[in-house]
């Protein structure tokens, strides 16, 4: 199995709330939903929140091949739940949360599930690709964001304006004709996209943080069938790079209006052998 990782936090003075592992025939990656240095009702954090469930759905995941995805991600939410649920406030509204992307190979096809807002992509042996990717979080966004894409990017105003839109978005988090994200309730899980596709028609799988599909969806510098060129001749080191590159040649969000200059960005490339 190989399989390469890159993560950057936002900044160099900020801690990184992606996490992303693997291990022999499966793989995970979860973007934390951090809200700013605002209070979450958790003592311990976005990253600790991400780092756990994460870790636990990967054994969940390898040592029950057979339990469907949704099931092992319902499983592990509530062992972290029970983890802090004496300590913490989960009833809080903008308690920790976490995209969920998951893959596993096995029995000749590969089982995935994406939670959220963050991406699989899939490239086949004839040189095509595919993404798989929870819009629902984006279609909330764009009903919301109009005053926050209006500002310059880590103005004051900006600032306010993305505050209330959070808040917006909290309101509407896991509940029908919002979006749905692993949080405090294992029943979130019932709501992922989940699929399986023969193992034999890929070249490779990859797990991206929408901090690092920015290139593809926000930027608009690259497609997919590129992006997957440039993880397949120079790894994510190198996605994550075109990243960055574009987010501090618009610092203001002038050219791309969006919430953050700068994300955790992550990619976990996986190649089929």
Known sequence: MRVAIASLPAGPDRENEDFAAAASGAAVLLDGAGVGGAETGCTHGVAWFSSTLGGLLLRSITRH???PLADCLADSIAVVRSLHEDSCDLAYR????STVVCARSGGGTLEYLVLGDSSLLLAD???GTSVVTDRRLDDVGRRLRGPVDALPTGS???AAA????RDALTGLRNRPGGFWIAGPDPRAAEHSLTGVVPLDSLASVTLLSDGATRL???FELADWRE????LGSS???ELVRRVREAEDGDPDGRRWPRGKARDDATVLHWVLP
């Open 156 to 158: 004051p105003e900006h």
């Open 65 to 67: 091949p057979a339990r």
């Open 125 to 127: 042996r004839g040189g």
């Open 216 to 218: 593809v969806d926000r």
């Open 94 to 97: 903008a308690s920790p949360t």
């Open 162 to 165: 993305l505050a209330d839109y």
């Open 227 to 230: 992006a997957s060129a440039v």
């Open 235 to 237: 790894g994510p080191d």
